[in-house]
């Protein structure tokens, strides 16, 4: 069955400094994506950056970027120059395409906080 | 304004009774989905729609219903028969193009059973 997980529940960065947020996935299906979502207090799902298993280069979006390491099949999200609003829970996510249905696979998130 | 709405933002309901959570878009995406939120958990699917007068059983399906009767609108009605509705529901869509996937996710509605 198809996996992410998210082994860290809390994570403390000064602010200007740069954090990584773990995310391993299980999978047998070579066709999936991956994303991370940022979800502050308010509770929407803001979209951050998306990772396809046959893109070649590792994603970047402004100070957000995504190490993929396919063998390891790990998918961390790197935030460089971390700002107070960066400060909200961080979930991974995985697409299972099966049946082209598109659902997204969560993990139980990261609570980012960011001190100055 | 482009997006996805979902009303209300706050619902509070008695035990025993149904409740319609709202979700409607204007981004012209052809599927819609509903995922539950639990405090300290990531989002589980509910139900989804790849099309208009089409759904499907997510992994958490018991105790709800959906119709998709437009594009525009995926309804989300929570039965008595849920047995722990309190929770916070997100509704979202999904654009695609070629490899590129992205799902879209609006405000949230949260469910309180009194």
């Known amino acids: 069955a198809q996996k992410i997980t998210q082994t860290q529940p809390g994570m403390f960065v000064q602010e200007k400094e740069a954090v990584t947020l773990d995310c391993t996935y299980d999978t047998s299906d070579p066709s999936y994506g991956l994303f991370w979502y940022k979800q502050p207090s308010s509770g929407e799902m803001i979209f951050l950056i998306y990772q396809g298993s046959y893109d070649q280069q590792n994603a970047t979006e402004g100070r957000y970027s995504l190490n993929f390491q396919k063998a390891r099949k790990s998918a961390n999200l790197v935030i460089s120059a971390s700002q107070l609003g960066d400060s909200a829970m961080y979930f991974c996510a995985m697409r299972e395409p099966m049946y082209n249905t598109d659902k997204l696979i969560f993990g139980t998130g990261t609570r980012l906080q960011v001190f100055p | 304004d482009g997006g996805i709405t979902q009303s209300p933002k706050y619902l509070f309901r008695k035990e025993g009774q149904n409740v319609t959570l709202s979700c409607e878009q204007n981004l012209n995406h052809d599927a819609m989905y509903w995922y539950r939120q639990d405090p300290g958990q990531g989002l589980r699917l509910i139900y989804y729609s790849q099309i208009v007068n089409d759904f499907q059983k997510g992994d958490i399906a018991e105790g709800y219903s959906v119709s998709r009767e437009k594009k525009e609108s995926f309804p989300l009605t929570v039965t008595s028969a849920q047995k722990n509705p309190t929770a916070f529901y997100l509704c979202?869509?999904?654009?695609?193009?070629?490899?590129?996937?992205?799902?879209?996710f609006g405000p949230g509605t949260r469910l309180t059973v009194l």
């Open positions: 979202a869509t999904r654009y695609r193009e070629g490899n590129y996937n992205e799902q879209f």
